[in-house]
């Protein structure tokens, strides 16, 4: 139970958040969809009113779907047609992206400013009964093995003790939590100082498209947002103006935007400035605590990876969370989020490294290939369509995958376990359409058998059958075989065999249970 100081004990709650950002937000709404019980706190006063991470990937909107959340974002964000790349003032490569990857996700690019989603999940989480916790700190708190005790302040400064079964760490890149269970943050700070600012401009390079200037070894960006003449400008700076970035002001950065790009700016409704770090924690999971977000891992802005991968923690860790709090799953299936999740995030980090890198690099000649051969690469590379696939599965998150996790088996066609379900729409069906709830479901692309059927139903497992076209073999999938799918739709199981046998050893294989 938890205990308010001087007053009467208070019911418990299954998880503790602490962090009611993008992370923090999506946890708590998955896990209360779910049934279980969630205390999410924040130490700030109010939700933030300013964009931040804007950027929402093709990954993170077909997750969406299990909530209904997709139509929102896709209703209130800003469709990204194509990217535009400057140097000396004029475009030098545009690379579209209509019908870019359309085989392979019904989503594109989008940018959704980050004060909208936050809004988006609050209101969702707060239909269901959860109300974030305003002004109420994480001072502290002690694993005793069979739950969590956490010491926390009110916002009248008063202390309490909660107690919970897990405590979820979603507090920032200076996290408490994770300073607390002493899992490190290995890695690095670059040079330069990052400057974003919110403004409404007209110009050239305010036609709603990306548009990224090549000219200087400092990254500059300009990112469409939803309102005519609305963008977000993101870059660095790294000359003596870098040695006391508090006193930055916008007027001291947007010279380059106005003349190589030619922005009239208007008005700056936000500016900020802000250094970042490429590093990833040890460990995202301590006992009973786990790490989520930038309190597990932080990187460069490029690619706009950060929200989404913090949200993919989120989706990954919650279906678990509830599998052991009511008895369906082992500990050792939480592990599984530590294994799954941190090898993502390394990966994830060198790649935005190494890209920042290059677009960042100093000297004559990665200026010369900065701005006179990366076009032409880009131009040429992106009329294949294999390339295009490639570099969008990339950075759209599509193509993250566990086939190293200890609960992902088998393989049928060219899918194996721990992969993402590849998306397969034919005339009057799109197989995302199941992506509606969040629990186990079975896909079949062609005829199941009597025996299969008869298993999902004993079960209480969803079974979704796809009469068998040429265009499941396309995408990789085998016919009449069967994929077991998670409840954060990933394939746990892919098979050829319909055999309930084969379905009951998995689970059991695994330390999990259909049984309620």
Known sequence: MRHVAGGEPLAQGDVL?????PTGLALALWLTTQGVKVRIIDKTEAPGTTSRAVAIQARTLELYRQLDLTRDVLAQGHHIPAINLWVQGRKQAHVSFENFAADLT??????????QHERLLVQRLEALGVSVERQTELLGFSDAGHQISATLRRPDGQQETC?????????????LVRQSIGTGFPGGTYDQVFYVADVTATGPAFDGELHVDLDEADFLAIFPLSGQGHARLIGTVRDQRADHPEHLKFEDVSQRAIQNMKVDVRQVSWFSTYRVHHRVTEHFR????????????????AGGQGMNTGLGDAINLAWKLKAALTGQ????????????????????????????SFATAEGRVADFIRTRVAPVIVHTLFRFEAARDYVFSAVSQIAVAYHDSAISAGRAGSVRGGDRLPWAPVPNADNFDTFVTIGWQIHVYGVATPTLIDWC???DVLLHVFA????YATAGLARDAVYLLRPDTYVALATTAQTPEQLDAYFANHGMSLVR
């Open 286 to 301: 301590k006992g009973r605590c786990f790490l989520l977000g930038d309190a597990a891992h932080v990187h460069s802005p």
């Open 468 to 471: 068998w076209q040429d265009a």
């Open 329 to 356: 799953a082992s500990d050792a299936l939480l592990d599984t989020y530590q294994t799954e999740r941190r090898s993502f995030a390394l990966k994830l980090v060198a790649t935005t490294d190494r890209v920042f």
């Open 17 to 21: 958040i602490s962090g009611a950002g």
């Open 457 to 459: 139903r004993r079960r």
């Open 163 to 175: 107690e919970a079964a897990y405590l979820a760490g979603c507090d920032g890149a200076r996290s």
């Open 106 to 115: 019904p989503y594109g690019p989008l940018t959704y400013a980050q004060d």
